[in-house]
């Protein structure tokens, strides 16, 4: 797995950003992948979760209804449409994968990622 995470950029309040994240080295179908995001001097947090190997998409309560992870098992790209942004939601956010685990109720965001990709700065004005 050879992860690539784009998509950044800077937007104003409200606008939308569309992140994806392109693995190169392969498939992700028995993989969970999920979204992190790093503010300035705050740990990382989980932001959205995909494992297509059971259906399961979890996002964080802060993005619930804004943002939305999808699949493309074809091109081997998970994206993350981010609606509604906020000037909190400013943040370097990384792409990651866990092999053969689920999303469900967002425990994956404690585990231990087996790759991550480099981040991609995302800017929200107010």
């Known amino acids: 797995v050879q992860l690539q995470a784009s998509g950044g950029g800077s937007v104003q309040s409200g606008g939308s950003l569309r992140l994806s994240c392109e693995n190169s080295?392969?498939?992700?179908?028995?993989?969970?992948v999920a979204w992190f995001r790093q503010a300035p001097e705050k740990e990382r947090e989980g932001v959205a979760c995909i494992s297509s190997s059971d259906g399961v998409t979890y996002y964080d309560d802060s993005v619930k209804g804004r943002f939305t992870i999808s699949e493309d098992n074809v091109e081997n790209i998970v994206y993350l449409q981010m609606n509604d942004l906020k000037s909190e939601d400013t943040a370097v956010y990384y792409c990651?994968?866990?092999?053969?685990?689920?999303?469900?109720?967002?425990?994956?965001?404690?585990?231990?990622?087996?790759?991550w990709g480099a981040g991609t700065l995302v800017t929200v004005s107010s």
């Open positions: 990651a994968t866990r092999y053969g685990s689920s999303c469900r109720d967002g425990a994956l965001f404690n585990f231990g990622m087996d790759n």
């Open positions: 080295g392969g498939t992700l179908r028995y993989h969970a």
